[in-house]
């Protein structure tokens, strides 16, 4: 039987998750373990309770010392109590291991291309990238760079750009990043979507959104 699906809003109330953020449908932690060595027995540890509990993450490791862990349960593609359950167990590790949680600092990118038709150019844009189709969306078979999506417009667009980054945040850390674009010169497009999401343009007009789970029904 599939685990239970777990959604944004009752991760966010669950106890034993402050080092995790719900980010574009995955749980994600971020740990500062303090050395390269440590952060890579860290990942051993992490990997071997993902054995035990046949529930397996990605794992990124970065010098000096961070770790990245991004969970979702492969088989459902979303959250489910598997993924709960083993990020309660990989803090307990980080917590031992003496590495600090970094929740601040979670997020994933995506790519948006205004397009009148997206079958037209979906293919072009697999095979320049080399990433697979993925619920009408591109997605990169090692999960390594950003998702493509395509946004459907009803006439063409000529007054602004035709591509965009979404990037999505944690919940908690979406109006301090906001704010922290303005402050580096850039302005507020709208914000009629908060707090699923703000849109902000460089000086030069071209666009980013930063995008969160909240009031977006991605949960």
Same mark, same amino acid.
């Given at each position: 039987? =599939? ?12 106890? &034993?998750?402050? =080092? ?12 500062? @373990? ?5 952060? *890579? ?7 071997? *309770? ?33 993924? /709960? ?9 980080? @917590?031992?291991?003496? @590495? *600090? ?12 291309i205004d397009t009148m038709d ?9 095979? /320049? ?5 993925? &619920?009408?969306a591109l997605v990169d078979p ?24 979404? /990037?999505s945040v944690p919940h908690d850390? @979406? ?12 302005? %507020?497009?709208? =914000? ?6 703000? /849109? %902000?343009?460089?000086? =030069? ?15």
């Amino acid at each position: 039987m =599939d685990a239970p699906q777990v959604t944004a809003e009752q991760i966010a109330a669950l106890p &034993g998750l402050d =080092d995790w953020r719900f980010v574009l449908g995955t749980l994600r932690a971020d740990f500062q @373990a303090g050395s390269y060595p440590a952060a *890579a027995a860290l990942v051993v540890a992490i990997t071997e *309770a993902a054995e035990a509990a046949d529930h397996h993450p990605d794992i990124d490791i970065r010098y000096p010392g961070r770790v990245r862990v991004v969970l979702t349960t492969h088989a459902t593609g979303c959250v489910t109590e598997l993924d /709960v359950a083993l990020a309660r167990d990989i803090s307990a590790l980080a @917590a031992s291991s003496g @590495a *600090a949680a970094e929740p601040e600092r979670g997020q994933a990118l995506e790519v948006a291309i205004d397009t009148m038709d997206a079958d037209r150019i979906r293919p072009f844009w697999a095979a /320049v990238l080399g990433y697979r189709e993925a &619920g009408g969306a591109l997605v990169d078979p090692l999960r390594a760079g950003p998702a493509f999506w395509f946004q459907q417009m009803d006439t063409p667009r000529t007054d602004r750009d035709r591509f965009h980054i979404d /990037v999505s945040v944690p919940h908690d850390q @979406a109006e301090a990043r906001v704010a922290a674009a303005i402050a580096a010169g850039g302005r %507020l497009v709208t =914000d009629a979507f908060a707090r699923s999401w703000w /849109v %902000l343009a460089d000086a =030069d007009g071209n666009e980013a959104c930063v995008c969160t789970w909240q009031d977006s029904g991605d949960d």
